[in-house]
């Protein structure tokens, strides 16, 4: 009579193939620029899990490593290309 569950196999192991294999899929799945944004964000719920679960604050300020959006480029560029340059006064040749 057993007294637990009886297991046919021990559980595999994940290997170096296996793991590339999952970082290709994910790369197929996510695209090349969004991968850099999906592990940052999980790098941050990492971290707010781990100062939850072990019951630390820190009281700093939050910052962010984004660059904020450009400047539209056509308009800046249009305006500063007609303040830049002078007004040429047009002379008639005889």
């Known amino acids: ?32 620029k969004r991968l850099p944004e999906i592990g940052r964000s999980l790098g941050t719920g990492m971290r707010e899990f781990k100062d939850s679960v072990s019951g630390e604050k820190k009281e ?19 305006e500063d290309t007609t303040s830049a340059q002078p007004e040429r006064e047009t002379e008639t040749v005889s």
């Open 60 to 78: 700093k300020a939050e910052t962010r490593s984004e660059l904020p959006p450009p400047a539209p480029a056509v308009a800046a560029q249009a």
């Open 1 to 32: 009579m057993p007294k637990g569950p009886c297991y046919d196999g021990a559980m595999p192991t994940i290997g170096p193939m296996e793991i590339v294999g999952l970082l290709l899929l994910a790369l197929l799945l996510f695209g090349a």
